[in-house]
C-alpha cells in the first residue's frame, strides 16, 4: 500500500468524521471513531468515490471495516484502471 | 458477506416472503414490507414508457436482506430540458430488526444513487425519521412541502379528529368545542377570514371528466414554464396515472369564459385512524398557470365538499398554490410530507432556498397513487 493513498484517505476521514488527522490510522474503524455510523460510512464511501475518481459496489462498502482496507480497496481498484 | 443489489425478479419472491417474516417477527411496523410480487401492479416497467416502477432487492447468498424501489418520471426544468428523474421509496433493511445488517440502508440510497444520478425522496413522515435525517447529513436539498386543510364539517372534525387528542385535558377541549357550537364558530370565522383575503372572488366554471384527453396539453405546454421542476402532466402522463377504469379518482375540467384555465384530481383518502371516522378529501393533483390556481383550489374544494368530504387536505409545494389555498379558506399546518433531491438534482435547483418554493409538487409525485394519498 502507498503511503500517499493512506495519507490521503486519512486526510478525508479526518474530514469527515471530525477527527484530528494524527489521530487516524491505517486501524481506525467504527469501533474507535465515534462519528463513523452507517450513514457517515456512506459518506466516507461517497467521498473516497469523488476523490479517486472510481466506483464502488454494494460488496466493497461492507469490505471498508477500516481506513487501512480501505486505502488497500483503492489503491487495487486504481492499479486496475478502469473498467 | 457477498452482497449484490440485484433487479427484483419472480425467482426472488419466495426470499422476499421470508425477509417480510423476519421483519413482522422482529418487531417491525406491520406496514414495514416489502413488495410481494416482483412485477410492480402499479406502473409497471414498458418499453415505450417513460414512466414507471422497478424494484431492487439487496441478496446475500440468496437471501434477501432488504430492498427498495424507484420510480421513473419525466420532469420539466425551466432551461426548456425534460429529463428522466427517479423517487426513491419504500427502502426497507433487515437492518431495522438485526444490528448485524445496519449498513444495508446506506447500501440501497448508494445503489440507488448509482443507478439514477438524479433522484429525490418525497413524504417520508417527517423530519424526525432515519431516512431524512441520512439524506441531510448526505448534504440533499430539501424543504417540507406545506401542508394545508379546510374543515367542511366542524362538529364532527372535533368529534373525530384523533391526532389531536394526545391527552384528557385536549380530549376534553375537543369534546367542548364540538358539543358547544364554538368549535363551529371558531372554524368558520378563521376560514371565512382567510376567505376574505381574496382580493376578488374567482370566477369558474368545473366539470368532472372521465378522462383526461388532448384539451390538457396546451395547459401543460403553456404552464411548465412557470415551474423550477414538475413532472410532466401531458395527456398521455394524466391518462397513465389516472385511467379512466379508476373511478376512485374525480377529474375535473377548470375553465372560464370558454377557454381551459387548468384541471384538479380529487379523491377520497382511505381511512386512517388519525381522523376517526371522518371522511378526508385530498386535492391530490393539480394544474394550471400560478394565477389560475385559486380557480382551480377552489373547484376542487367545492367538488369534494359536494361529495360529503368532513375534511380536505392538500400539500402544494409552489407558493401562489399555497396562497391559492390559503385564499379559499385553508389553514396551515405542520407538514411532514418532505422533499430532498440528490446531488445531481440539486444542481439544477440552485439556489434551493429561492428555488424550492417554485417547485411543483403534490400528493401525486409520491408513493400515494393509486391509494394512499
Not at chain 2, 432488504?66 to 420510480?71: D, M, N, P, R, T
Not at chain 2, 431516512?131 to 417540507?144: D, F, Q, R, T
Not at chain 2, 409520491?366 to 394519498?373: A, S
Request: aromatic share 10%; net charge neutral; glycine share 8%.
Amino acid at each position: 500500500m502507498t503511503s500517499s493513498i493512506l495519507d490521503q484517505i486519512r486526510g478525508v476521514a479526518s474530514d469527515l468524521f471530525n477527527v484530528p488527522v494524527n489521530r487516524v490510522t491505517a486501524a481506525s474503524s467504527p469501533e474507535t471513531i465515534e462519528t463513523w455510523d452507517s450513514t457517515q460510512h456512506l459518506n466516507f464511501v461517497l467521498a473516497l468515490e469523488e476523490k479517486f475518481g472510481l466506483q464502488l459496489s454494494p460488496e466493497e462498502m461492507e469490505q471498508l471495516r477500516n481506513v487501512g482496507e480501505a486505502a488497500k480497496l483503492v489503491e487495487s481498484k486504481l492499479q486496475a484502471g478502469p473498467r | 458477506m457477498p452482497i449484490v443489489i440485484q433487479p427484483y425478479r419472480e425467482e426472488h419472491e419466495p426470499a422476499v416472503r421470508d425477509f417480510n417474516q423476519r421483519l413482522q417477527s422482529g418487531g417491525a411496523e406491520p406496514d414495514l414490507v416489502f413488495f410481494t410480487r416482483a412485477e410492480p401492479r402499479w406502473l409497471p416497467r414498458s418499453d415505450v414508457a417513460s414512466l414507471y416502477q422497478e424494484y431492487f432487492v439487496v441478496l446475500d447468498n440468496g437471501v434477501v436482506r432488504g430492498g427498495y424501489a424507484l420510480k421513473r418520471q419525466d420532469f420539466s426544468f425551466p432551461d426548456g430540458v425534460t429529463r428522466n428523474v427517479a423517487y426513491y421509496h419504500h427502502p426497507l433493511s433487515e437492518g431495522i430488526v438485526n444490528k448485524s445488517y445496519a449498513t444495508i440502508g446506506a447500501m440501497l440510497l448508494k445503489d440507488a444513487m448509482s443507478r439514477s444520478p438524479l433522484l429525490y425522496c418525497l413524504g417520508m413522515g417527517g423530519y424526525d425519521r432515519p431516512l431524512p435525517k441520512m439524506l441531510i447529513s448526505l448534504g440533499w436539498a430539501n424543504c417540507a412541502i406545506p401542508f394545508y386543510f379546510h374543515v367542511a364539517h366542524p362538529n364532527r372534525f372535533f368529534r373525530e379528529i384523533q391526532a389531536l387528542r394526545t391527552s384528557p385535558f385536549r380530549t376534553l377541549m375537543l369534546n367542548l368545542a364540538a358539543w358547544t357550537g364554538t368549535g363551529w364558530a371558531g372554524v368558520k370565522t378563521i376560514q371565512g377570514l382567510r376567505k376574505l383575503r381574496s382580493s376578488k372572488p374567482a370566477s369558474f366554471t368545473a366539470e368532472p371528466v372521465e378522462q383526461f384527453s388532448e384539451w390538457v396539453d396546451p395547459l401543460w405546454e403553456q404552464a411548465k414554464i412557470h415551474y423550477a421542476m414538475t413532472a410532466v402532466r401531458d395527456c398521455q402522463t394524466l391518462r397513465t396515472l389516472y385511467p379512466a377504469s379508476d373511478k376512485h379518482f374525480t377529474r375535473l375540467r377548470v375553465s372560464r369564459g370558454g377557454q381551459d384555465i387548468g384541471w384538479a384530481v380529487v379523491g377520497e383518502r382511505r381511512k386512517d385512524e388519525k381522523y376517526g371516522s371522518m371522511r378526508v378529501g385530498s386535492i391530490l393533483d393539480c394544474w394550471a398557470a400560478p394565477e389560475n390556481a385559486l380557480p382551480v383550489i377552489q373547484a376542487a374544494s367545492a367538488t369534494l365538499t359536494q361529495q360529503g368530504a368532513d375534511l380536505i387536505v392538500s400539500n402544494q409545494s409552489h407558493r401562489l398554490w399555497a396562497r391559492a389555498l390559503e385564499h379559499a379558506g385553508f389553514l396551515g399546518s405542520q407538514s411532514n410530507f418532505i422533499f430532498a433531491a440528490g446531488k445531481g438534482l440539486s444542481a439544477l435547483l440552485r439556489p434551493f432556498t429561492e428555488k424550492q418554493s417554485s417547485l411543483h409538487f403534490t400528493r401525486a409525485d409520491g408513493d400515494g397513487l393509486p391509494r394512499n394519498f
